[in-house]
């Protein structure tokens, strides 16, 4: 099974950028998924960006132009880099991964591995 431990969260004012990282401890496949979900208190966990070993990205358009999602293969990593933060990218923010995949999907019930969450909190 694949453990994935995520870090970088923490509280910042609107306009600041916060770096998340996520480390997984082994894949299983040579093509798999990765992606980052939110989740804000009373609705749904919502997919906002994903990488897969191809090098293609996808992102939800709420962020798309603000966050970045990166890939280092030598130490298993997926980072996401987050600028221009707004009150409304408050939420626990969680890493998953779906392995032996040919390509991502942006919905949690694609990803068996996921992480334990990080929050992150922006104030106005």
């Known amino acids: 099974q694949v453990r994935l431990v995520e870090s970088g969260g923490g509280a910042v004012q609107s306009g600041g950028s916060l770096k998340l990282s996520c480390t997984a401890s082994?894949?299983?496949?040579?093509?798999?998924?990765m992606a980052w979900f939110r989740q804000a208190p009373g609705q749904e966990r919502e997919g906002i960006a994903s990488?897969?070993?191809?090098?293609?990205?996808d992102y939800e358009s709420s962020v798309q132009g603000r966050f970045t999602v990166s890939r280092d293969s030598a130490t298993n990593t997926i980072y996401l880099q987050m600028n221009n933060l707004k009150p409304s990218d408050t939420a626990m923010y969680y890493c998953?991964?779906?392995?032996?995949?040919?390509?991502?999907?942006?919905?949690?019930?694609?990803?068996?591995?996921w992480g334990q969450g990080t929050q992150v909190t922006v104030s106005s």
């Open positions: 082994t894949h299983t496949s040579d093509h798999y998924c």
């Open positions: 990488i897969h070993t191809s090098g293609t990205t």
């Open positions: 998953a991964a779906e392995e032996d995949s040919w390509y991502c999907v942006r919905k949690a019930r694609w990803f068996p591995n």
